[in-house]
């Protein structure tokens, strides 16, 4: 059974940093991408940020670019998303998931296992 689990939220100061970490129990995680998302209340979900199989590709999405960066260790299978510099409208429930292929995407079509969640807060 696929497990995604985050970790890593909590209540943070603007301007202040979080680091969320995702462990999977994947079989296939070293052929897959994998990708953050977050979701605000009265929001649809969005993409944050993914990784491709090996860490050398990564796509981030414009507002986050620069602030956070995204990494992941096979031999651990685990996924990290270091978040700097925070600010009110980061605050979400934020994703972590398995991507279908080994690729990044941006898209959320492209995903098909997903974490429950963690919460991150910015106090502004």
């Known amino acids: 059974q696929v497990q995604l689990v985050e970790s890593g939220g909590g209540l943070v100061q603007a301007g202040g940093s979080l680091r969320l970490s995702c462990a999977a129990s994947?079989?296939?995680?070293?052929?897959?991408?994998m990708g953050w998302f977050r979701q605000a209340p009265g929001k649809e979900r969005e993409f944050v940020a993914s990784v491709s199989w090996n860490g050398g590709t990564t796509y981030y999405r414009d507002s986050v670019k620069g602030r956070f960066t995204m990494s992941r260790d096979n031999a651990k299978k685990m996924v990290y998303l270091q978040m700097n510099s925070l600010n009110a409208e980061d605050t979400a429930v934020y994703y972590c998931a398995s991507g279908r292929g080994m690729w990044p995407s941006t898209s959320l079509s492209e995903y098909d296992f997903w974490g429950q969640g963690t919460q991150v807060t910015v106090s502004s």
């Open positions: 994947l079989r296939t995680f070293g052929a897959s991408a």
